[in-house]
């Protein structure tokens, strides 16, 4: 997630000397299509015909338009005559040079220019006084991306200054996501989240109290919201930024004009956020609704429009709306090429070669790879992502020599890129162990899948992709028979996934079906039972009680309770599954027959009689480039084989 830069906020201009430079939150998110330095310029320039008066002043409050009457004309008190000058009290030198100090501060740019006013400042002025001083300051080196350590140094000495009592107030608000700025350029997550957390309780109580302007609050809210996003994502917590991103959007919705091309990159921004978890569905009416406004205010020419397209490419294969993908990703290649983005224009054509793989095209898909590959240089990623999307044609067509040559190819590449763009890298193998996969060449599946679990384990913003990593690992051990070397990876998938997406999504809810299976598989029943319970009740939640993996999940708790010889249990959740088979009409009928001969066999074993071994079925997690059983899955989480797999 991008971090917004810089931004001069001209509702806050009414504090005299805290020019509204409010970190990296208040600029680009605003206006992003304006360049930080010149944005900040042009604020500090008309700044002065927005300020408000206070009705008192003190410390640096001070008033820049009361100049010294001996400076203002001092030619009208020249005479011919020598003039004893005027005798100036020890208080009044202080006062003047309190204020000039404070004009040379106020009047610097520069960060350097603003470090050496102050540091004039501190033998003149106390901490109490030099609050908005050290606030104006930390902001402007939380813009420049400055040391980090020197801004929190800053930060805090603001906090100290102006956070006096408890009553809130906007400069503390502010003072607070400075704070949670500096500690998220530290990574200190926590830190960052509680002083966040904190500026959104005083903004909060002031606009509950109404002692502040609703349109004052808006700009510091909004940078606390996005800063939010950003310390969430970092730790994996998505679905949580999620929520942060769409209070950004709603303030501008409530600031912007409705057809600003800043709006229309906001809106963008929140689909591309919804795209990273795959909630396509979700993404999809923020991309249409960018796409309008920037083909109404850009043209349909524009690199904004084409960067539109390429998403909505993206969201509608999520959807597989596989030819809907394809006609956007087109129109997007023609402006790509029309600018001469050569980059994003290999991106579009490699994204159209996986459409045509979704569409069956696979000679089509080869032939489009054949004429990009040309253009990579030999060891770059667009290279391996070439070779990695021939080799899934090439598999398609049962080509599977010709396939693991390719993906032999593409990791001598992305070999030499991990250390460069290890995120990059990691999605890459997760897509090379799917082919493997596919090939049921499991070990190597396996092995690349653990070496990109090692990548991902250094990059906390990652958390989502180390759970879905982990869950995949877990069920292809399930798979192989290594029943016991699968518990852990699954039950730390459980633990990541839960932090990422929620307790109640759906990607959950197939670990811990997995992980029943693998207690029943160890004969340990009663553990069994417990995650199937787990996993029905998030699946009831988040797929429905009627969904096939539901009621799969419902099937395999009745068979744990079998095992324990808790038959009452069991055939109560049988005859749940035969009730949801039933709903299912024609298309189930294989199913609820299956579903009444286990039931049978459970009555028999109630009244002491023997029984075959029943079936349990573990879940895999639908594979990303797949669909969602009717929603979406979490990031990088396997798909096609959906309950097709038996242990």
Known sequence: MRRASSKLVSHLSYYRNLTPLLSRNYISELSPSISTNDHVSSLLSSSSNHIRPCKKTSGLLL?????DPFQTNPSRNLNTQSETPPQISSRQRKIKERSQLEETFESATSTESMLKAFQEMESSFDEKELGLASLKLGLKMDQEGEDPEKTLVFANRALKALDKNDKPSLLVAMALQLMGSANYSLKR????????????????????????????????????????????????????????????????????????????????????????????????PFCLKALEIHKKQLGHNSVEVAHDRRLLGVVYTGLEEHQKALEQNELSQKVLKNWGLSSELLRAEIDAANMQIALGKFDEAINTLKGVVQRTDKESENRALVFICMAKALCNQEKFADSKRCLEIACGVLDKREMVSPVEVAEAYMEISMQYETMNEFETAISLLKRTLAMLEKLPQEQHSEGSVSARIGWLLLLTGKVAQAIPYLESAAERLKESFGSKHFGVGYIYNNLGAAYLELDRPQSAAQMFAVAKDIMDVSLGPHHADSIEACQNLSKAYGAMGSYVLAIEFQQRVIDAWEGHGPSGYEELREAQRILTELKKKARGATSNELITKALPLPHSTGSAPTRNLPSDVPVDEKRSNVI
Not at 63 to 67: E, I, R, T, W
């Open 63 to 67: 008033s820049k338009g009361k100049s």
């Open 189 to 284: 997550f926590n830190d960052s989240l509680g002083y966040l957390n904190r500026a959104n309780r005083v903004l909060a109580r002031l606009e509950e109290e109404g002692s502040c302007s609703v349109d004052d609050i808006r700009p510091v809210l909004h940078a606390v919201q996005l800063e939010l996003a950003n310390v969430k994502t970092a730790v994996g917590r998505r679905e949580e930024a999620l929520v942060n991103l769409t209070k950004c959007l709603e303030i501008k919705e409530m600031t912007l004009e409705k057809d600003s091309k800043e709006l229309g990159a906001a809106y963008r921004n929140l689909a591309e956020a919804h795209t990273a978890v795959l909630n396509f569905k979700e993404a999809l």
